[in-house]
């Protein structure tokens, strides 16, 4: 793993090497998952190699973009 990915909380925010940017909602051994979008009754999510990540963002990134 990255070190981007070292310490990876849930219900922090991170940008991929390919320019998805999410809220990480779960977190395994090699991969993360990450919520990309809400739509009608739950969420939309991403699973992703943690290596993928290039950057963790403060939390309320998300409201933001």
Do not use: W
Not at 44 to 56: C, D, F, H, R, W
Request: proline content about 5%; charged content about 15%.
């Amino acid at each position: 793993a990255s070190t981007a990915t070292t310490g990876m909380p849930a219900a922090s925010a991170a940008f991929t090497a390919g320019g998805v940017v999410g809220k990480i909602s779960k977190v395994g051994e090699s991969y993360i998952t990450l919520e990309v979008a809400r739509a009608g009754d739950g969420p939309i999510e991403l699973n992703v190699q943690k290596s993928a990540v290039q950057t963790l963002l403060p939390n309320g990134t998300m409201k933001a973009i």
